[in-house]
């Protein structure tokens, strides 16, 4: 039976890894993103109209005054349907965002059973202990950041609003987005805060043990030859 020891650190790690479970889940289901985009009508050099998009990973809505011509106050916006009516990079780096989250689910969901596995057994050095739990929040931690920049890049740099707008109306012409990231995109952070803190827990638990372990070879090592040859 796991000491009392291993049983707080262990414990404790696997609740911030649920607790990084429920900011994640939070997070991929509420607003990551607000856009407003100057338009007008083709040819024209006099934008104006707007466009206000408010997106998360799956849905949002657009409020569209004159843009171009016409207004149209809170239309539904499936944002991959929108993505694949023009296909090319946006989509890409969308559905990109959203596997990689999948895949820090995944990881998190992995590193919740080794910690109470590691809370009632003692596994030592295999893939149960603790080298499961640094593997499994690891992926997480690196999947989430890669999700953080890949998403940032398709908004800033990809044109993904631009692409959201024009699925719905080709005809128009778009400049200044205004791009404000929601707390969708910033949960990631405390996400990969709260994985690292699981790692950090079972580590010093891991190191703690270690150096036990090495205090009490001590006497035998620093021993008497005549001593140990009795």
């Not at 049983?7 to 900011?23: D, E, I, M, Q, W």
């Not at 079972?202 to 043990?209: G, Q």
């Amino acid at each position: 039976m796991p000491s009392a020891e291993k049983l707080a650190h262990f414990l404790s790690s696997s609740a911030l890894c649920a607790a990084g479970v429920v900011v994640l889940g939070f997070g991929m289901s509420t607003d990551w993103a607000d856009a407003v985009l100057d338009c007008a009508p083709p040819g024209s050099v006099v934008f104006n109209g707007t466009s206000s998009l408010k997106t998360g990973l799956f849905n949002g809505t657009e409020t569209k005054i004159k843009c171009p011509r016409i207004d149209s106050p809170g239309k539904p916006v499936i944002v991959f349907n929108r993505l694949a009516k023009l296909a090319g990079a946006p989509i890409i780096l969308h559905a990109l965002v959203v596997i990689l989250l999948a895949l820090a689910l995944l990881g998190s969901a992995g590193s919740i059973l080794v910690t109470l596995y590691n809370s009632f057994s003692n596994p030592y050095q295999t893939y149960m202990g603790p080298i499961g739990l640094y593997t499994c929040s690891g992926l997480s931690v690196c999947v989430a950041t890669l999700a953080l920049i890949l998403y940032v890049s398709n908004a800033y740099l990809g044109e993904m609003f631009q692409t959201l707008v024009k699925a719905d109306e080709a005809n128009v012409e778009l400049r200044n987005p205004k791009i404000t990231l929601k707390a969708g995109f910033f949960l990631l952070i405390p996400y990969i805060g709260v994985n690292l803190l699981a790692i950090l827990v079972v580590y010093l638990y891991v190191h703690a043990a270690y150096t036990r372990r090495k205090e009490q070879e001590k006497p035998t090592e620093d021993a008497p030859k005549e001593i140990m040859m009795y």
